[in-house]
């Protein structure tokens, strides 16, 4: 029979300072920080480290969650990759323990956080348990079995009984023993791990019955009622003896508070969390070696400096569960998150123009979010419930912006959702292509001149005849009336009268313009809004247009001798109906240019783009892939030259896009762009009506329109559609198309970058339209900075792209003049012009100061800066 007495004083027989003893309770309840005590007999330190057990238990950790993670439905896709990667980094630390390297502790990653599940499993063992039960002494499933067995078998004979039990009492003091351990009780955790060592060394000989054990009379006492040496009254002086002849080694890393143990988010907790994070990177920055794991602390540390902006405004949107835990602590819960009113303000310093930074912010997001609110309140009223159901999605998602700029957290302005009335200004220049997403609204009529069309202006260049010139502006008159008919007829059908009413007015302007054209007569071309159909009749609800219009500057290869030996080719793919088996369609091989044609190619896909995954696909901004292959000579394959994705979400407002795409190789731009036009039958949400601008011809006799018409002034137009006045960095012709300004038109006249200026309602005088290279170069320059912006819409885009366009035309222009044959008479011209212009300039800067238009006299004296400037120079070089 075992004897009770010998049990409770383990002590006596067994010797604590016992290095076997000592590297079994590190193994078993290791903690960074009570390090393995040193031998008497032993002259040198050892150095601690983590374990294989511990590694491998850290192992099974994951796979258990990465299993639980896949078993969800739907996974999380990003928590499932980090968990493997950390669970890779775990295999690689423990080869690295196999072979006998030191890890510390502080390089092991944390436990898994918990995974909530909605399937209720069998209930989870206690993570000390599981680790107790790895132990060698015998696996956790016989150890089931056993208890099993000795609840439900009721034949099973009491020595099984015996068995059972004292098993189930050694599990008592190893527990025992990892609570002492976490107390700071080192020396009774020690006597607990002896006193359990003493039941597994019993156990094979009261299961063979060699020794007689009997449940009640020989049963070690519980752990609470195990009497150690430590409680002992001459205990103190022992420990303090042991003490002075084995001094504690230095723990690695710094002490945990009670207050991390807990999962409840805090202020307190977290900033004593960021403070073990920072005491760590202190250490490691020390060290040279160290410079990976410093990298390592200083994320962490940035990812607790947002939690704590987080928990200071009650950010309840922030993913706690993010923040890596300290050794042994566990995760943050973001279901226990208590708000930190108890912070005083004072402690939140920042600076007043970081807070009037934040202010703006926040009042840009509340703006948009109202904006939307009531674009979904009109659109439920007007009984679009889809339309209604995606602004409230909207503005709902900007309320985790808000309260994550009032945290002091930087957000993605990129996310921000887009102002369902955005129209962009049409006098930024640009073609008559759709603009995607603009709802029809404001005159016709801009009063922005612009450029004539290139086939009205090489006929009229070409004609000498006056007779025939007149012929060409009736034709054009003619034309534009009948188109202003046939958008009239149409809008009436589907109901547009008021719009109707518009068009059947501008075509009573081109016919009353049409009987008093002369060959002399003084004209302009202005920006025309024509309203369109937001709908393409042509194309059935099943098909999908795609039409591949042209490359821009495509890089030459190095197997490619030059730029009139590449021949390039384009494949079209639609990821639908799955990205593995996607639609495709490729153009004809467009030879000898870096600047390819391939509009002649027009490739429909099978898609209903009314389908649910469809949809999915276009808000979830994904969409065609276009790649560019070169031919690299005969006998040999083509090989890809680059790689365009267009997204396609302006569906979901125009039926007619026009999207321009760099050419990409993964993520690294290999330069050129690829443009290509995509149509369906109806746009999904956007209006029914869009503005098509076209250059529009007009006279400059307002008296010769019927009374029956109302004129209105084109700058009255400007005015009214734009709801304020346009900021002069927004217009192409610089100083002409301001209000109290002549209106002008660029024109060809005996090869001179020159134009005749029809005046406006007051003026009627005859006058150059002139320009300064300087300015020029400034506009440029202006244009240039915001194609570089990475968040302008397309749309603005495309306008920017043409006003660039024209800009660099009218510098080459001048330049040719200031450069060819007739210089010197040439220049003597152009300072003429200039001082001209600068008078004028000025004249409108004083006109301005008058108004008390602020803005405009900025600009207004910036441009008579550089103007002067170059007057300057021009005339010391016309002097020399």
Not at 347 to 358: G, H, L, P, R
Not at 534 to 552: M, S
Not at 616 to 644: C, D, E, I, P
Request: with cysteine; proline share 8%.
């Amino acid at each position: 029979m075992i004897s009770t007495i010998s049990f409770l004083k383990p002590s006596e027989e067994v010797d604590e300072d016992d290095p076997k003893l000592l590297a079994e309770l590190e193994a078993f309840v290791s903690d960074d920080g009570h390090k393995r005590a040193e031998s008497d007999s032993t002259a040198h330190e050892e150095p601690s480290g983590v374990s294989s057990a511990e590694v491998q238990e850290r192992i099974s950790a994951y796979k258990s969650s990465i299993q639980i993670l896949k078993s969800t439905q739907p996974s999380n896709t990003s928590h499932l990759r980090r968990l493997e990667r950390t669970l890779q980094l775990l295999d690689s630390l423990a080869s690295q323990v196999a072979k006998g390297q030191i890890i510390q502790f502080d390089e092991l990653p944390p436990p898994p956080p918990p995974i909530p599940h909605s399937v209720t499993l069998r209930e989870p063992q206690n993570p000390a348990t599981t680790a107790i039960l790895d132990e060698p002494t015998q696996p956790a499933a016989d150890k089931k079995v056993d208890d099993e067995t000795a609840v439900t078998d009721p034949s099973a004979s009491p020595l099984t009984h015996a068995v059972t039990a004292l098993k189930s009492r050694c599990q008592e003091y190893k527990l025992a023993a990892i609570k002492a351990r976490d107390s700071g009780q080192i020396p009774r955790a020690k006597e607990l791990l002896n006193a359990a060592k003493f039941i597994e060394e019993m156990l094979p000989k009261v299961a063979s019955g060699e020794e007689q054990f009997d449940p009640e009379t020989d049963m070690p006492p519980p752990p609470d009622q195990f009497i150690t040496s430590v409680d002992e009254p001459e205990a103190p002086a022992a420990d303090e003896s042991m003490t002075s002849r084995n001094p504690p080694r230095v723990a690695s890393s710094p002490p945990i508070p009670q207050v991390m143990m807990s999962p409840v988010v805090t202020i307190e907790n977290v900033r004593l969390r960021a403070d073990y994070y920072k005491a760590l990177l202190v250490e490691a920055r020390k060290d040279p070696a160290e410079s990976a794991k410093a990298r390592r602390l200083a994320r962490i540390l940035t990812l607790y400096e947002n939690g704590i902006k987080a928990v200071e405004h009650g950010v309840t949107a922030f993913n706690y569960n993010e923040l890596p835990p300290p050794p042994n602590c566990p995760p943050l819960s973001t279901l226990a998150v208590k708000h930190a009113e108890a912070v005083p303000k004072s402690t939140i310093s920042a600076s007043s123009s970081d807070a009037d930074k934040k202010q703006r912010m926040v009042t840009l997001l509340k703006a948009r979010q109202t904006e939307l609110k009531t674009a979904a309140l009109k659109a439920k009223e007007t009984g679009n419930m889809d339309l209604a159901r995606t602004h409230l999605r909207a503005a709902h998602s900007i309320v985790p912006m808000i309260q994550s700029i009032e945290a002091g957290i930087p957000i993605d302005l990129s996310q921000l959702p887009k102002s369902p009335s955005a129209t962009g200004s049409p006098g930024i220049g640009g073609s008559s292509d759709h603009l995607a997403g603009l709802a029809y609204k404001g005159p016709v009529l801009t009063g922005i001149t612009c450029d004539p069309p290139r086939t009205f202006e090489l006929t009229l260049s070409t004609t000498v005849d006056k007779h025939l010139r007149q012929q060409v502006l009736s034709d054009q008159f003619r034309e534009q009336a009948r188109e202003a008919e046939k958008l009239a007829a149409r809008l009436t059908q589907v109901g547009f009268g008021e719009l109707a009413g518009k068009m059947t007015e501008l075509a009573q302007i081109s016919y009353a313009s049409l009987k008093a054209v002369r060959s002399d007569a003084p004209y302009y071309f202005e920006w025309a809004n024509l309203p369109q159909l937001n709908v393409n009749h042509d194309l059935a609800d099943r098909k999908l247009e795609v039409c591949v219009l042209r490359g821009f500057v495509y890089p030459i290869p190095p197997d490619v001798a030059g730029a009139d030996k590449l021949d390039t080719q384009v494949e079209v793919q639609l990821p639908i109906p799955s990205s593995d088996n996607p639609q495709k369609h490729s153009t004809e091989w467009v030879k000898r240019t870096r600047d390819p044609d391939y509009s002649n190619t027009v490739s429909l896909f099978d898609v209903d783009t009314k389908s649910r995954s469809f949809q999915f696909l276009v808000k979830n901004n994904r969409g065609l892939r276009a790649s560019v292959f070169y031919s690299r000579g005969l006998f040999k394959s083509a090989r890809l030259l680059g790689t365009a994705n267009f997204p396609l979400k302006d569906l979901l407002q125009s039926a007619t896009i026009s999207p321009i795409a760099d050419l990409m190789e993964g993520r690294k731009a290999v330069g050129g762009r690829l443009q290509i036009r995509v149509r369906q039958r109806s746009s999904g949400s956007g209006p029914q009506v869009i503005a098509c601008r076209k250059p529009w011809l007009c006279l400059s006799f307002p008296k010769s329109v019927p009374p029956s018409v109302k004129h209105v002034s084109p700058k009255t137009m400007d005015h009214e559609m734009s709801g304020s006045r346009p900021s002069p960095d927004m217009r192409v012709s610089a100083d002409s198309h301001r209000e109290h300004s002549p209106r002008t038109v660029a024109v060809s006249v005996d090869n001179r970058n020159e134009s005749v200026s029809s005046g406006d309602s007051r003026h009627h005088q005859s006058s150059y339209k002139l320009y300064s290279l300087a300015v020029l170069k400034s506009d440029k320059t202006h244009t240039e900075q915001h194609l570089r912006d990475p968040q302008l819409a397309q749309v603005d885009r495309d306008k920017y792209e043409h006003r660039l366009r024209v800009i660099n035309e009218l510098i080459e222009g001048l330049q040719h003049r200031l450069l060819g044959p007739d210089a010197s008479t040439n220049l003597k011209a152009y300072v003429n012009e200039l001082n001209a212009l600068a008078d004028e300039t000025d004249r409108k800067y004083r006109d301005a100061k008058c108004r008390g238009a602020e803005s405009d006299m900025v600009e207004y004296k910036r441009r008579l800066e550089l103007i002067l400037g170059e007057l300057d120079y021009y005339q010391k070089r016309s002097r020399a």
